[in-house]
């Protein structure tokens, strides 16, 4: 089934970092799905940062021209749960004194979606173009899960790959301990969450954590590697649904 | 109680490097989290979630009138023999319990569990005037022993192990060490029987005030908290002014949706509706009630921002599920309230500059949030107070710093793009073969504790553009 309208790929500040073959992993889904993908060349960064660290004026400003980039898609997709979640549960909620940018934020955040979400419910996709040998343990990131409603998501579209083996953790739901500027602000804390998850990765027995969001996926990699864990892989979902064998 | 709220960091630190604690609440984390999902399970998920949507709803409806339900519950607990006094300040709660105590020439008090008892420092005040405060829950009453303040607002002794409570029963009570918990129980029973039979006052909290027929409702688990209540010729409860709903109805409501979002329970154990003192013909109670509606920075929520945090019916069950909570223990929070529901309340009572690090010490994971049995928006009111904190300069320079910086970038496209190409190399070299970074240059805590994945090394503005060029140059 292919797609109405021209989908935005927001590929979200970290990807475009740290890791941008999640970005073309994404983008490779997106057009195997049959979407018509465009990715805005000015884009940067959703405003989260600002949003969660107090300054709104920041998140606004940043807000402002994330919306005027992606205005023209029929869809936003974001291969992040809390990238996507900034933008259909948060942009709203910058402009409540605002009539005009309250209005835009509104009608961006009612086409805006997270990777699997869309996969899912409006490319109905399921030609699945990845093949992989092995046992995965899927993390629930907080954002996609409690604000976006994603959990089936990404375990239907790896039920449909061959080879994937899912065995769930033990709190699969609870936060990893990023938490964004958390993570730096309460480093010692944080990494003692992360430890936590890492322990419940490796009681899973499976070779690989896939998850959905770059903030969790820095978190629990480092934490593995700094655990002496150089075996776990730490794969995003888009990562794992277009793996080459 | 001395405030410690400044102190977060240092405490969660001691806290983790603390292993007995740290297997404690390992031990001891999961199990309300569990007991309050099968209880969802077991109501129907669905009607779990409109019976949250109705308390939720019963709570707004009382705040949004605060006032004048606080006035009628006034008229009819007066009518029905209670005396109803007002309390600004913890200051002023403490005066009024003594100015009681010197009125009917108490001179020990039993108490059943009352995290505003701990918000006023009544305990102290007591013993400073000569009134002997004798704590019957039985956490509390290990507490006592310890002299130290709850961890968790309904299992207050919830740091302490078996281990360290067989201690401090040997200690106190001078009989053999055991650590059999249901003897241990049992002794703690006769040692308390003759305190209850001795006191003079009884002193309890508050979990509901009913308007429309002036009583004030109480849960609890242990039945202590019906001693107190009944026995002593004089009964003080104390409550903060928010605790007032409507009608009976609407505690049937709240009762529903409290022991399961608590502990899981369908019903506590007690639950007692406590309307005026002994009557004529009346078997039990005391001969006098008192009940002590107090304010201590809660009015200044009403009309607020942050007025959704009154709705609170203090559960638990957002540091039950909160993973910070669970990472560093209730002490660590430095005061009264600890987890989610403190790290807005605290701010909000002691003044948020003395919690600065109370409403950063969240991930926003949200978990407390799908919790609360009153739906109070707990993310959403720490993200206002991290603004309030912005607004009023109280974050550090750097930090201020940094974010402006960020945003300054991030809103030049060009600009940006040419940082992000600099730093996703720096990046990937810093990584070396091993392709993780062990120390980040200006970190202030990521590599303390774990690696940094290190960066591919371009960015993906700069491949999907060269790849936009190629595939153009490609066609024919």
Redesign the interface.
């Known amino acids: 089934m292919s797609v109405d309208g021209r989908v935005g790929l927001l590929?979200t500040?970290l990807?475009?970092?740290?890791?941008?073959?999640i970005?073309?992993a994404a983008l490779r889904l997106l057009e195997a799905a049959g979407c018509e993908v465009t990715?805005p060349?000015?884009?940067?960064?959703c405003?989260q940062?600002?949003?969660?660290?107090?300054?709104?004026p920041?998140a606004r400003?940043?807000a402002r021209?994330v919306i005027e980039e992606f205005e023209p898609c029929a869809y936003v997709v974001a291969p992040s749960g809390s990238c996507a979640g900034m933008v259909r549960v948060h942009y709203p909620?910058l402009f409540p004194d605002d009539g005009a940018w309250l209005e835009r934020a509104e009608r961006l955040a009612a086409k805006t979606w997270e990777l699997t979400d869309f996969l899912v419910h409006v490319a109905r996709f399921d030609q699945i173009p990845g093949e992989y040998a092995g046992t995965v343990t899927y993390h629930d990131s907080?954002?996609g899960l409690?604000?976006l409603g994603v959990q089936q998501q990404p375990r239907a579209l790896m039920a449909k790959m061959r080879g994937v083996q899912l065995k769930e953790m033990r709190?699969a739901?609870?936060?990893c301990?990023?938490?964004?500027t958390?993570?730096?602000?309460?480093?010692?804390?944080?990494?003692?969450?992360?430890?936590?998850k890492c322990d419940h990765v490796h009681a899973s027995g499976a070779g690989a954590v896939v998850l959905g969001d770059l903030g969790c996926?820095?978190?629990i990699?480092?934490?593995l590697?700094?655990m002496g864990d150089?075996k776990t892989r730490?794969l995003h979902v888009a990562e794992l649904l277009t793996w080459e064998k | 109680m001395q405030i410690a709220s400044m102190h977060f960091k240092e405490r969660a630190s001691r806290a983790l490097a603390d292993a007995r604690l740290q297997s404690t609440m390992k031990r001891f984390g999961g199990g309300f989290v569990e007991k309050r999902a099968a209880a969802r399970a077991a109501y129907g998920v669905e009607a779990f979630e409109e019976l949250r949507a109705a308390s939720a709803a019963i709570r707004d409806r009382a705040l949004e009138n605060l006032d004048a339900w606080l006035l009628r519950f006034e008229e009819e607990a007066t009518r029905r023999g209670t005396v109803v006094l007002w309390a600004e300040d913890a200051g002023e709660t403490c005066r009024q319990v003594l100015e009681i105590c010197a009125r009917h020439g108490l001179k020990k008090a039993i108490k059943s569990k009352s995290m505003l008892s701990e918000e006023a420092g009544l305990n102290e005040a007591l013993a400073a005037a000569g009134v002997e405060p004798v704590e019957t829950d039985l956490g509390e009453y290990i507490l006592q022993l310890a002299a130290e303040p709850p961890s968790h607002i309904i299992a207050p002794a919830i740091h302490k192990d078996l281990g360290e409570v067989s201690d401090l029963f040997e200690k106190h009570h001078g009989r053999p060490r055991s650590d059999d918990i249901a003897r241990m129980t049992r002794e703690a029973r006769e040692v308390l029987r003759p305190q209850f039979l001795s006191a003079d006052l009884g002193i309890s909290g508050g979990n509901f005030l009913v308007a429309e027929t002036g009583s004030v409702a109480i849960v609890t688990n242990e039945g202590n908290g019906r001693m107190v209540t009944t026995l002593p010729r004089v009964h003080v409860a104390i409550t903060g002014i928010e605790k007032v709903i409507p009608t009976l109805e609407d505690l049937s409501t709240l009762n529903r949706v409290l022991p399961r979002s608590a502990t899981g329970q369908e019903i506590e154990n007690y639950f007692s509706i406590l309307t005026g003192p002994k009557g004529k013909g009346d078997a039990d109670g005391p001969d006098h009630m008192y009940v002590i509606l107090v304010d201590n920075g809660r009015t200044r929520l009403v009309g607020g921002e942050l007025q959704a945090m009154l709705r609170c019916i203090r559960c638990g069950a957002c540091m039950n599920h909160c993973p910070v909570y669970q990472t560093v223990g209730g002490h660590a929070y430095g005061w009264v309230y600890p987890g989610p529901m403190g790290s807005v309340l605290t701010p909000v009572f002691i003044g948020l500059e003395n919690a600065l690090d109370l409403p950063q010490a969240a991930t926003l994971c949200g978990a407390c949030e799908v919790a609360c049995p009153v739906m109070i928006p707990l993310p959403a009111l720490l993200r206002t107070l991290r603004e309030q904190q912005v607004e009023r300069k109280l974050r550090p320079w750097a930090e201020r710093a940094a974010l402006r910086t960020w945003a300054a970038l991030a809103t030049r496209p060009r600009l940006y793009a040419l940082a992000t190409k600099i730093g996703a190399r720096a990046l990937r070299w810093m990584g070396g073969r091993r392709g993780a970074i062990s120390r980040l240059p200006f970190d202030p805590g990521w590599t303390q504790g774990r690696d940094f994945p290190a960066a591919e090394g371009k960015t993906f503005r700069e491949m999907y553009a060269s790849r936009r060029t190629e595939s153009r140059r490609s066609r024919p």
């Open positions: 590929v500040c990807i475009d970092l740290v890791r941008p073959r970005g073309f990715v060349a000015s884009q940067t960064c405003g940062p600002g949003w969660n660290s107090g300054d709104r920041s400003a940043l021209k909620a907080c954002a409690r604000e709190e739901e609870t936060c301990g990023f938490g964004g958390f993570s730096v602000k309460f480093g010692e804390i944080s990494a003692a969450m992360a430890k936590t996926m820095l978190n990699e480092g934490k590697r700094r150089d730490v």
